[in-house]
């Protein structure tokens, strides 16, 4: 019939407009657990190689056309900043792209903060662990590949001067930072939480400036592994930016166990009151004297307000703007 040749056709031509050429998604796999670990996987893939991938090449770059050289013989403070530049943006852009993919962690250090603060499933975290490893030697490989520079140049070392204790707790304290970011700006659900990229992206911009001269700054042992790997060369205290990492892991979980078992919401409250028609309703229906029916008609405006707000402050209906880390999240 004409009616259904037009429609055979218009679905044809549209057809490169939809996801897979337009092939439905098989009944079989929709809401698949494993299809979710499967989709969350290949997030983290691409999310950490390309984060990691922008993040060597101006490192190598910040090296190899330094203007100057310390005081010491080591890197220029403005090569510190270019440096901690190339890694902090390279995280903020890739975490804001891939957040609703897989949570754009990224890191194991990061991936083990969330599994023991219970905002990561531990099979989800077991899944993406080695993935983030892998992507990280795949990145490494790359930019040793398409550039001229040496992929040792940015291998994660300790600086003349600086044991290897003093390394592991540099390390265990910058990423204890990293990771708290972590949890309380995405993992934690507020106002602010669809900006939490840009806290996570200057949070290790800080750390790098912090640490980049005595450590490397590595904070994340994808980070580290990849260039050893690819450059085959690791020193005899790699270990530590498998270490410290996580110990800075652990700490940021427990001090996070701490603040949520002491209601931390009540020590500062309203930090997160938009201050907009919700606050507004609110005071009204507590400054309204009762009438008679007062106590029912409270108790529906109440839940009138309460179905409209969900527990990150957001309006319902809203477009879902925060990174992935949900509590039980398969």
């Not at 949520?260 to 201050?275: C, I, L, M, T």
Request: proline fraction near 6%; charge should be negative; include cysteine.
């Amino acid at each position: 019939m004409p009616g259904q040749q037009h429609d055979e056709k218009f679905s044809k031509r549209h057809a490169m407009d939809k996801p897979m050429l337009g092939f439905g998604t098989p009944k079989s796999l929709e809401g698949s657990p494993l299809t979710a670990h499967f989709v969350a996987a290949s997030g983290e893939f691409v999310g950490t190689f390309m984060f990691l991938l922008f993040a060597f090449l101006g490192h190598i770059m910040a090296v190899d056309q330094a203007p100057n050289i310390g005081s010491n013989g080591s890197i220029s403070n403005q090569t510190v900043i270019y440096i901690a530049l190339a890694y902090g943006m390279s995280l903020l852009v890739t975490v804001w792209t891939m957040y609703r993919i897989s949570g754009g962690l990224f890191n194991p250090a990061v991936t083990l903060g969330l599994v023991i603060t219970g905002n990561l499933p531990p099979v989800r975290g077991a899944i993406l662990f080695p993935v983030q490893i892998l992507s990280g030697i795949c990145a490494a490989a790359v930019a040793s590949a398409i550039i001229p520079g040496d992929i040792k140049t940015v291998q994660t070392a300790i600086s003349p001067g600086v044991s290897v204790a003093q390394g592991v707790f540099l390390e265990m304290f910058l990423t204890a930072e990293l990771v708290f970011t972590v949890l309380m700006l995405a993992a934690e659900k507020s106002k602010d939480t669809f900006i939490a990229p840009i806290g996570i992206g200057l949070s290790l911009f800080v750390a790098e400036i912090a640490g980049v001269y005595y450590t490397g700054a590595s904070l994340n042992p994808a980070r580290s592994f990849g260039p050893c790997v690819v450059g085959r060369n690791f020193q005899h205290y790699h270990w530590i930016y498998w270490i410290g990492p996580f110990l800075g892991a652990l700490i940021s979980g427990g001090y996070y166990h701490f603040v949520k078992f002491f209601h931390y919401e009540e020590a500062n409250p309203g930090q997160d009151s938009s201050g907009g028609q919700f606050d507004r309703e609110v005071e009204e229906m507590n400054s309204t004297p009762s009438s008679p029916r007062g106590d029912e008609e409270e108790q529906r405006g109440l839940e009138t307000i309460d179905s409209r707000v969900d527990n990150g402050g957001r309006r319902e209906g809203t477009n879902g703007y925060h990174p992935g880390y949900a509590p039980g999240r398969a």
